[in-house]
Nanobody, 120 residues
Framework: QVQLVESGGGLVQPGGSLRLSCAVSGAVFTIYGMGWYRQAPGKQRELVATITREGSAYYADSVKGRSTISRDNAKNTVYLQMNSLKPEATGVYYC??????????????WGQGTQVTVSS
């Protein structure tokens, strides 16, 4: 059993900042890639940022220069620091992790999502 729990979302003014966290727990042996995805109102889920186990990051063009993804492998946790937030950043943010369980099963897992609303 593997569980991902996001936290840190909420209502923020345009230009403000938020830091999202996602903790992975359960029958984890190794976590490889981790990432954040956003589903805006009326739109499909899209990639925001990903990070490898070694710390190499990739960002969608829409967030480059304003967001930073990081991870703490000892805590099985991935973070997304978002600065200079715009209303277009509004949506439900989902955490993703590729996990190899202690049983040897390899699969992508998803969190329940956390709401981010950027509005004045």
């Amino acid at each position: 059993q593997v569980q991902l729990v996001e936290s840190g979302g909420g209502l923020v003014q345009p230009g403000g900042s938020l830091r999202l966290s996602c903790a992975v727990s359960g029958a984890v042996f190794t976590i490889y890639g981790m990432g954040w995805y956003r589903q805006a109102p009326g739109k499909q889920r899209e990639l925001v940022a990903t990070i490898t186990r070694e710390g190499s990051a990739y960002y969608a063009d829409s967030v480059k220069g304003r967001s930073t993804i990081s991870r703490d492998n000892a805590k099985n946790t991935v973070y997304l620091q978002m600065n200079s937030l715009k209303p277009e950043a509004t949506g439900v943010y989902y955490c993703n992790a590729h996990v190899v369980t202690i049983r040897g099963y390899s699969s992508d897992y998803w969190g329940q999502g956390t709401q981010v609303t950027v509005s004045s």
